[in-house]
């Protein structure tokens, strides 16, 4: 009777562990669909959006990995910015997922100041599910917990805020469910 009972629950184990690997992804891993190309060789740093899976400092000796690295971002009083526009990346999630899990961090990376704000907001299908405007470049690491339950294209939006500001935004340990 014991053996039998071991065995079931093994095999119960066995079940919710491989659907939870089969349903679970690394945001690294889901492919871009699109994203803004804030490219400019006038200044350090771009735009571009890039996902790692390496271990990424942060500026208070924190590692991150399994994540996206936003590009330098613009203020309004920079040349070329209405042409530029604000960092964003999409993915098309279609509905395979619950919830998205991760981290802010301030990467030790990119051509950086650190006096004005971010707004990060999360945006499912057009509207935003998540929003956080008091973002800088001294902030210790937020961690979020998104519901994207039903949402078909994800967007992630790093948009410039208060004062100057255009150090790169990480977001690490972001995984889908």
Known sequence: MKKTVFLLQVLILSLICSSTAFSNKWLADEPIV??????NVNMQGSGKIMAFHDCIPDIYDGHW???????????????????????????????????????FFNPKAGFT????????????????????????????S??????????????????????????????GNAILF
């Open 34 to 39: 699109r994203q803004s190309t804030n490219i």
């Open 65 to 103: 990995q399994n994540g996206i690295l936003s590009g330098n971002i613009l203020y309004p009083d920079q040349a070329d910015y209405n042409t530029w526009g604000n960092d964003w990346v999409e993915y098309n999630l279609d509905k395979k997922y619950k919830e998205l899990k991760g981290s």
């Open 142 to 171: 937020s961690d979020f917990d998104v519901n994207v339950t039903g949402v078909k294209l994800l967007k992630i939006r790093f948009e410039w805020g208060t004062g100057k500001f255009w150090s790169p935004i990480g977001i």
């Open 113 to 140: 100041n650190r006096e004005g704000y971010y707004n990060i907001k999360i945006v499912g299908d057009g509207k935003i599910i998540y929003q956080k405007s008091d973002w800088n470049g001294n902030s210790h």
